[in-house]
């Protein structure tokens, strides 16, 4: 199956995507471009923000239909759909440029974070920045608030830290460096190509239950952390790409991870059975069985199913897709009530793998 390409509207390669509960897709691209689309990929809107910085994240509201929040060098605009060439609002609160935006549960609360490894929060109500949380000592490349819990959030950056926050305090709860962090938790031995990649952290993403986050670092390697209380646990780590990994992605109300990755590869892991066997008994099972499974292989849009031999304790993708360019963003969203997976890449066009097998 191949994938579907919406084409034709950016002119230079798409960073960011996000979509609307009912289905709209907003992009952002390299030089200030921004567009939203219909689910059918019909363009609906398009602007150029001034001074062509790269829009590098895009939300839409969950509680306004209409309202998009968009990052473009140190700016967040404020945007209604219906009409992008105006903005409802902007802020400069940001020092260096912004790469990712988070909203709150309740969307009182935006966080922003910088290439100075700044964290601002945005009080949107009183349009005023309420905290500004400086511990990353290098790019914080991902933010992310925890669903459930609109005081609590998390980020990681260049500096290969990944940090648990609550704002009632301006310091992080807890802190982990990941290449310190090493552990046997990791199921693989680094192959000699991998010794030079440090584990920078570039993206997050946090499961709906609000508990369970993912982390994708340059080593190519996947981490599921558990939030306890006022500290975490890596619960499992697992080689995922050869290259970095620029994407993690949480289903909705699911433990089914979508990864992307540098080496051009989109893949679907189900870390379910670790993350509540995990939660049954805190002590380690490791004497599993091996069992067959299928891994299906998408090459070029097409779908092999090949039965490997799983180790035990090991993870193996329930999907690979052999996409072919390096991942800016992914994003699962529905589209036509089916669920899908857009992807953003080094091209100017969005591309969507439908997973309604899964």
Known sequence: MMAVRWTGRHSSPVLCLNASQEGLVASGAEGGDLMVWGEDGTPLGHTSFQGADDVTSVLFSSSCLTKLYASHG?????????FLKDSLDHFHVNEEEINCLSLNETENLLASADDSGAIKILDLENKKVSRSLKRHSNICS???????????????????????????????????????DETEEMESPQSPGQLLNPALAHSLSVASCGNIFSCGGEDGKVRIFRVMGVKCEQEMGFKGHNLGVSQVCFLPESYMLLT???????????????????????????????????????????????????????????????????????????????????????????????LNEF
């Open 74 to 82: 140190e700016t967040i605009s404020i945007l209604d759909v219906r």
């Open 142 to 180: 991902s933010v992310a608030f925890r669903p459930q819990r609109p005081q609590s959030l998390v980020s990681c950056g260049l500096d290969m830290q990944v940090m648990l926050w609550n704002l009632q305090k301006a310091r992080p709860l807890w802190i982990t460096n990941l290449q310190e």
């Open 260 to 354: 992307g990755g540098n080496d051009g590869k989109i893949m679907l892991w189900d870390v379910s059975s670790e993350v509540e066997k995990k939660q049954m008994s805190p002590t380690k099972h490791n004497h599993r069985k091996k069992t067959k499974r299928t891994t299906y292989i998408k090459q070029g849009g097409n779908i092999s199913a090949s039965v490997t031999d799983e180790e035990p304790g090991k993870i193996l993708p329930k999907l690979s897709i052999e996409h072919g360019e390096k991942v800016n963003w992914l994003l699962s969203a529905k589209i036509k009530g089916y669920q899908n997976v857009l992807v953003a890449d080094q091209t100017s066009c969005i591309s969507l793998y439908p």
